[in-house]
């Protein structure tokens, strides 16, 4: 009986260290959409990918651009704030992204008018 209570305590202890702050889990995701969807959003801290998607945050708090490009569409800029807090050395970091999804309806390029051919 003793024996089962040191190891039923032992793997509560154990378990405990599987959540230690900062190692492991997954990290903080940007979301990026687009309308058209196909764009390429690009963050400035790095990284890009083609909507719908989404990329880690970036390690430092900060205000970040992101570009969402896309053939036949006019280039848009828009930014994206991410804040970092960890309140004591135990805690868990708690990362707010706003907004979140970054998002975007993309506007067709006018096209240059062509050339009348003379008949």
């Not at 053939?71 to 828009?78: A, D, F, K």
Request: hydrophobic letters at 35%; a positive charge.
């Amino acid at each position: 009986m003793h024996r089962a209570f040191v190891l039923v305590a032992g793997g509560l202890l154990v378990s405990g260290c599987s959540n230690i702050p900062g190692q492991g889990g997954d990290p903080a995701k940007i979301r990026f959409e687009s309308n058209p969807a196909g764009a390429e959003a690009s963050l400035a801290s790095g990284g890009s990918c083609r909507t719908p998607c989404a990329l880690p945050a970036p390690d430092k708090a900060g205000a970040y651009a992101v570009t969402f490009s896309l053939t036949g569409y006019y280039p848009e800029t828009l930014g994206v704030h991410v804040t970092r807090d960890k309140p004591s050395w135990f805690a868990s970091e708690t990362v707010t992204i706003d907004p979140n999804p970054v998002s975007t309806m993309l506007q067709p390029a006018k096209r240059a008018p062509q050339a009348r051919q003379q008949q």
